[in-house]
């Protein structure tokens, strides 16, 4: 059964943040430089929201308004659902279903370790079927056995 932490250490602890005050424009560019899809937004040392493409898309679909001169904090989404590292998959699929989201903070001793995305989890859970299928082959086909 894989982990949370488990994520954590193929990808890495690379989380990029940016402040609430920071301008709609700077965080996109961010975005796209680092060829991300959320980032989140700290005040101090605590996450105060987290700002998604989707934030951008629904935002301006709603308003009608293009104005890229705003503070993140304007657009960000303030509820943010968060994980542990000691979280298996499954758990993190579960939540990440069942709240529709698709990026996950890590959190260990109240602090920030990481930040998990929906292809993370799917990625090591295609990983993780792939590798029970040839167990389970090799258990059917004998191989591997009195070698």
């Known amino acids: ?14 989380v990029y ?9 700077d965080v996109l560019e961010l975005m796209a430089e680092k060829g991300i899809g959320a980032v989140l937004v700290m005040e101090d040392e605590q996450i105060a929201g987290i700002f998604s493409e989707r934030d951008f898309a629904r935002k301006v ?17 303030k509820d943010v659902f ?22 996950l903070p890590v959190i ?16 090591i859970s295609i990983e993780d079927k792939d590798l029970q299928i040839q167990s389970m082959e090799k258990y059917i086909f004998g191989y591997g056995y009195g070698q």
């Open 1 to 14: 059964m894989n982990y949370v932490s488990t994520i954590l250490q193929i990808k890495g602890n690379d």
């Open 17 to 25: 943040t940016v402040k609430k005050v920071t301008p709609i424009i």
């Open 61 to 77: 679909a709603k308003t009608r308004d293009l104005s890229l001169d705003v503070p993140v904090s304007e657009l960000m989404t």
């Open 82 to 103: 968060v994980i542990s590292p000691d979280e298996t998959i499954d758990e993190c699929m579960a939540l990440m279903s069942s709240t529709h989201i698709r990026h």
């Open 108 to 123: 260990e001793n109240e602090k920030l370790v990481g930040l998990i995305s929906i292809g993370d989890v799917v990625r």
